[in-house]
C-alpha cells in the first residue's frame, strides 16, 4: 500500500470549491505530518502551493490566492487541500507530499479538471 | 527570491551515467536542503535524494541506493546529482527542488531532461 494516496482526478465547475484528499497508509498518524502540497501545469516544474500541520502550524507560499488552504480530516487520516471559486488556471495536476522514514514521499498525484 | 538553475538535456546510453547540476542563487547555500525529484513521462513525482550542505552527505530513497550519489559545491553553489548504470526506465524529468533546512522543497528548477536511449 502506497505511503501516500490521492484520487487520481476531479472534476469541478467553475466557482465551485474542489477538495482534494490525500490519504496517509493505515499506521501514519496524519496528525503529526505537514503536509505539502504542490500544483504542476504542463511542461512545468512543480509550485509550491502551502504545507499544513496545523491551523498554528501552516505556511501559505508567496503570491498563492487565499482561495487555496490546507487542512486536515482525522477521521480519514487525510491531509486535504481545498480550491474555492474555481477557476480555469486551477486546472493542473496537484500532489502532496510528506517526510517520513528520512525522505520525501510524494502521492500520485489528482488531475484536477475545471469545467 | 531562490535560483535553481539546472544543466541541460542529456541523452545517453543504457548502462551508462549521467551528472546533472543544479546551481543555486538567492539563499545562503550552506543552510538551503537540495534535493533530487524525477518525474517520468506522464507520470507522477519521485524523489530520488538530497544533501543537506551543513553535514556534506547525501540522503537517498532506498530504490535509488548504491546507484546514486548527490554532491554539492560550496564553493560554487552547486549541487549535482550522478546516476548510473542507466536503464529505459530512467527517462524522466530530472528536478532540482531545494528549501531551507527543515522546511519542505519551496523552489524548483525547470528540471533537465535525461532520454535513455540505445
Known amino acids: 500500500q502506497a505511503v501516500l494516496t490521492q484520487p487520481s482526478s476531479l472534476s469541478a465547475s467553475p466557482g465551485a470549491a474542489a477538495r482534494l484528499t490525500c490519504t496517509l497508509r493505515s499506521g501514519i498518524n496524519v496528525g503529526t505530518y505537514r503536509i505539502y502540497w504542490y500544483q504542476q501545469k504542463p511542461g512545468s516544474p512543480p509550485q509550491f502551493l502551502l504545507r499544513?500541520?496545523?491551523?498554528?502550524?501552516?505556511?501559505?507560499a508567496s503570491g498563492v490566492p487565499s482561495r487555496f488552504s490546507g487542512s486536515k480530516d482525522a477521521s480519514a487520516n487525510a491531509g486535504i487541500l481545498l480550491i474555492s471559486g474555481l477557476q480555469s488556471e486551477d486546472e493542473a495536476d496537484y500532489y502532496c507530499?510528506?517526510?517520513?522514514?528520512?525522505?520525501?514521499?510524494f502521492g500520485g498525484g489528482t488531475k484536477l479538471t475545471v469545467l | 527570491q531562490v535560483h535553481l538553475v539546472q544543466s541541460g538535456t542529456e541523452m545517453k546510453k543504457p548502462g551508462s551515467s549521467v551528472k546533472v547540476s543544479c546551481k543555486t542563487s538567492g539563499t545562503t547555500f550552506s543552510s538551503y536542503a537540495l534535493n533530487w525529484v524525477r518525474q517520468a513521462p506522464g507520470q507522477g513525482l519521485e524523489w530520488i535524494g538530497g544533501?543537506?550542505?551543513?553535514?556534506?552527505?547525501?540522503n537517498y530513497a532506498q530504490k535509488f541506493q548504491g546507484r546514486v550519489t548527490i554532491t554539492a559545491d560550496e564553493a560554487t553553489s552547486t549541487a549535482y546529482m550522478e546516476l548510473k548504470t542507466l536503464t529505459f526506465d530512467d527517462t524522466a524529468v530530472y528536478y532540482c527542488?531545494?528549501?531551507?533546512?527543515?522546511?519542505?522543497?519551496?523552489?524548483w528548477g525547470l528540471g533537465t531532461l535525461v532520454t535513455v536511449s540505445s
Open positions: 499544513y500541520k496545523s491551523d498554528s502550524d501552516k505556511q501559505e
Open positions: 527542488a531545494g528549501g531551507v533546512v527543515g522546511a519542505g522543497l519551496d523552489s
Open positions: 507530499m510528506i517526510w517520513h522514514s528520512s525522505g520525501w514521499v
Open positions: 544533501i543537506n550542505p551543513i553535514f556534506g552527505e547525501g
